[in-house]
């Protein structure tokens, strides 16, 4: 309850200072009566709330494909980039220190170079996402197996195990609430990588949506589309939380 009382108080300052000195920011009031309805000239039509919708939601949908592709091919790679750096000892080091200077990089100042790459045709978008997420959760599974406990490999060498069955019943047993916590993070980084590359290279997606409102400086649709992807983080935050929850219950450290 208190949650409401903040949020409509919140709306409430906002609609002052909107009123108070109206070349600001839009009003709450503006943003939904005229801001919303507006994103349907994006499409070629008039101000019209259900075609602004369907805009919105055929833009949303390409952008969605294009993450689950991207969160596919970055994770397979990733975690088998992450564990064979660290089961490969003789390079261990060198592998570790190349890896943590590629995730010291900002990811987004990587755009450009994949842009110039790939000539900002739609191969650039799935590369870049397919990579941030590449970098998110190969260094995750490299930190998450060099955490298992030494006391739990030992007592399963003591049992007998050898090095194929250690892995298969110690570390992937143990690395699993690591992980499951990194992809719940890279899900919802995921949104901000496709905004970067649809941004300056698609015709389609949210991300195009976002960039057709920065040109003409439409601070009402740029927020619009800000809550878009703030309640689908928020979503697919909640989902992954939910769907992780159930098929980790049995791990008392989730």
């Not at 000239?41 to 390409?62: C, P, Q, T, V």
């Not at 949210?206 to 983080?233: E, H, P, T």
């Amino acid at each position: 309850m208190r949650n409401i009382y903040f949020f409509i108080g919140a709306m409430l300052i906002w609609q002052a200072i909107a009123t108070l000195i109206p070349s600001s920011i839009p009003s709450p009031i503006n943003i939904v009566t005229h801001s919303l309805p507006s994103l349907a000239a994006f499409g070629g039509e008039d101000e019209n709330y259900g075609k602004a919708l369907l805009l919105i939601g055929h833009h949303s949908g390409i952008t969605l494909s294009r993450i689950l592709i991207g969160l596919l091919i970055g994770t397979a790679f990733g975690v088998t980039t992450g564990m064979a750096i660290h089961l490969f000892k003789p390079a261990r080091s060198g592998n570790a220190i190349l890896l943590g200077l590629v995730r010291s990089i900002p990811l987004f100042a990587l755009i450009p170079l994949f842009l110039y790459w790939f000539g900002g045709t739609e191969l650039s978008v799935y590369a870049y996402i397919s990579f941030g997420v590449f970098v998110v959760m190969a260094t995750s599974a490299y930190e998450a197996l060099c955490n298992v406990s030494p006391n739990l490999i030992r007592q399963a060498e003591l049992l007998g195990a050898n090095p194929l069955q250690v892995f298969g019943t110690v570390h992937l047993f143990a690395i699993q609430p690591e992980m499951a916590a990194a992809f719940r993070t890279v899900v919802g980084l995921s949104w901000a990588f496709s905004l970067g590359a649809e941004y300056l290279s698609s015709t389609s997606g949210l991300g195009y949506l976002v960039f057709q409102s920065y040109l003409y400086a439409d601070m009402g649709k740029l927020i619009v589309l800000a809550s878009i992807y703030g309640c689908y983080g928020i979503v697919s935050y909640a989902l992954c939380e939910r769907l992780f929850h159930s098929a980790l219950k049995w791990h008392g450290a989730y």
